[in-house]
């Protein structure tokens, strides 16, 4: 349908034509998983199985059409088979069916493929080394044990309950394969002593994620049960609703768990608090990509509770966006957690607060985040030094610090805290990595300036950048006054070029957009080291004055806010100031056109 829309076409009189582009279209339309797809015969388009399903409803379509005498025939065309025709009397659909040979790889495939094992983990390298010497099939590779084995004569027995024609044989495997096994024995001895399964993986997907019809009582349980016991007794001390959803979300995480333990050659309990930041990853996507397909999305804060639980995990604010409130809920009851939280509400609102309103989500996420770390539920907890802990390490989110004092405010209300200290506004950040003597018309600029103290920390914060890049990229040009309009347009097309999380010394409030590109509508701000550093250039005569240079004022540097149709509009746009090696021209306005308005981005020329 979506396609007679885009050609134009009815499809009620659709023909055999418009089949056939339809038919192109899936053959040639890329995957949507793109160039995660690997395989031997990848590529573009749909496989030949695949397209053969998608013409089926069409074909289908039509025949109701016919029946309903609103066509007289099918476009999609059938098979016919005729009995007694030469040639099989076989007359082929609109899309053949094919059949494909068994890929048999070459010399350098084979060696591609061993120099991949290589890099793999002992257990990886074993199963591929018993499979090529005993050309073992995968459920008979999977379903080895220990007593299978035997290392005195290098043999496997393969049990006729896991061959594929019911008969049991013994086959060799190689001395390098033997050397490989015996690794891989003392490595398995770390995790497992019983006798039993040879590989963790043996189970299965449908035991692993304890899907329908698996098998409770496999005996390959009893060998892993050190590492399945303390996740399920962690499952059950959850406070989550008895749903089939929030059960297969679980019994995932548990499965993840295992597969992350089989792949690191670890036990989850040898992870530390960076290991466990990966597993998790900073954000969604990034735990997506490194996870099985099947993965529940609801089994990220599963794990984030295995991590909380069993490694004391409380990087939390290194996670990107997530619902911590469930996770707070999860942990420690959600009776308690909110009840906790309605009593800071409740201060809150009468106080006229915002925070407090039903709608908000900030003091929620906050005290969550807040119980998580103190490992408490209870806001008697929250102690000063706690708080200012929290502070100083820098334990919330971007968005968190804003609610922290509110919170910490209505908790010494309850007695339970001293009040945070009142502050004028937000502190202005340090000069790391910006050269001195730009940090110091930087300050200057900063004290004599005009704008509200709001957009000063803003415009202050762009010329920490550029200070940042000018030391990075363009260390001559530290001191303002060598600045010419070759920095300028170097800095604009740094700017243009830049992206998140560049020139900054704070990430922890954009984890999830880090390496993006900046926005277009973010990239006047920071045009602001050229445009309002020159302000103060008001108060004097460029340096001989003491102040910032002129060569960075709008006089002598390319204008941000105006186009070229209103400069040529101006009333009076004549004269020209050669008065530096950078001979620019400077406008000169007449008293009686309308001044354009002064941002704090856009200042406009010294008068004359």
């Known amino acids: 349908m979506s396609l007679c829309e885009r050609e134009g076409v009815d499809p009620l009189v659709a023909g055999r034509a418009h089949v056939g582009v339809f038919v192109r279209e899936l053959t040639s339309r890329p995957h949507r998983r793109g160039a995660n797809i690997v395989s031997i015969t990848s590529g573009a388009g749909l496989a030949n199985a695949t397209v053969q399903q998608r013409l089926v409803p069409v074909r289908l379509f039509y025949d109701f059409l016919m029946e309903e005498g609103l066509r007289a025939s099918n476009p999609v065309g059938r098979g016919r088979y005729t009995p007694g025709r030469r040639g099989g009397g076989q007359q082929r659909g609109l899309v053949p069916r094919f059949s494909k040979l068994p890929w048999i790889p070459d010399e350098q495939q084979w060696r591609d493929l061993l120099d991949v094992a290589r890099c793999e983990p002992v257990r990886n390298r074993v199963m591929l080394a018993l499979a090529y010497d005993a050309a073992l099939r995968r459920e008979e590779l999977c379903s080895l044990r220990t007593d299978d084995l035997d290392p005195a004569h290098r043999t496997v027995r393969e049990r006729a309950e896991t061959t594929k024609n019911r008969l049991e044989r013994v086959v060799p495997y190689s001395a390098p394969t033997g050397v490989l096994l015996s690794e891989y024995l003392v490595h398995r001895a770390t995790v497992s002593r019983a006798r039993g399964p040879l590989f963790i993986r043996e189970l299965g997907l449908r035991n692993l994620r304890r899907q329908r019809y698996h098998d409770p009582d496999a005996p390959q349980w009893a060998d892993i049960s050190r590492l399945t016991r303390p996740l399920q007794d962690v499952n059950a001390s959850f406070d989550v609703p008895p749903t089939e959803h929030v059960r297969r979300a679980l019994n995932d995480a548990v499965a993840v768990v295992l597969l992350r333990c089989a792949d690191e050659g670890r036990a989850y309990w040898d992870w530390d608090g960076e290991e466990w930041l990966r597993f998790l990853g900073r954000n969604h996507r990034e735990f997506q990509g490194q ?60 106080w006229g607060y915002q925070y407090g309103q039903d709608h908000d989500k900030g003091v929620p996420s906050v005290m969550s985040q807040l119980f998580l770390l103190n490992r408490s539920p209870h806001s008697s907890d929250l102690t000063t030094p706690f708080f200012d802990r929290v502070r100083r390490e820098d334990l919330l989110t971007y968005g968190g610090t804003k609610v922290l004092f509110a919170v910490q405010r209505a908790v010494a209300t309850l007695g339970h805290c001293e009040a945070p200290a009142l502050r004028s506004g937000a502190e202005p950040a340090p000069h790391t990595g910006v050269p001195p003597i730009w940090g110091e018309w930087m300050e200057r600029w900063t004290a004599t300036t005009t704008m509200t103290h709001r957009p000063r920390l803003n415009s202050r914060a762009a010329l920490l950048k550029a200070g940042r890049w000018v030391a990075d990229q363009q260390p001559e040009a530290a001191d303002p006054a060598a600045w010419t309009r070759q920095t300028c347009a170097a800095w604009i097309a740094a700017v243009d070029r830049m992206k998140i999380g560049d020139y900054v010394m704070r990430t922890s409030s954009f984890q999830e957009r880090l390496g993006q590109p900046l926005q277009a509508e973010s990239k006047p701000d920071s045009y602001v080291p050229y445009e309002s550093s020159s302000a103060t250039s008001r108060t004097g005569n460029g340096c001989r004055a003491g102040s910032i240079p002129n060569v960075l004022s709008p006089c002598r540097a390319p204008s941000t806010h105006s186009s070229a149709p209103n400069r040529a509009s101006s009333p009076t746009t004549s004269g020209r100031n050669c008065s530096g090696p950078d001979s620019t021209w400077r406008p000169t306005t007449s008293h009686a056109a309308k001044p354009v308005p002064s941002t704090p981005w856009s200042w406009s020329a010294p008068s004359h």
Do not use: M
């Not at 996670?319 to 009851?333: E, K, N, Q, T």
């Open 291 to 350: 996870v099985p397909g099947w993965t529940a999305g609801a089994a990220r804060p599963t794990l984030c509770g295995y991590a909380y639980h069993l490694a004391g995990f409380t990087g939390f604010n290194r996670l990107g966006h997530f619902d911590r409130l469930a996770l707070a809920c999860r942990v420690f009851g959600r009776r308690l957690v909110e009840a906790e939280i309605g009593q800071v509400r409740t201060v809150l609102t009468g």
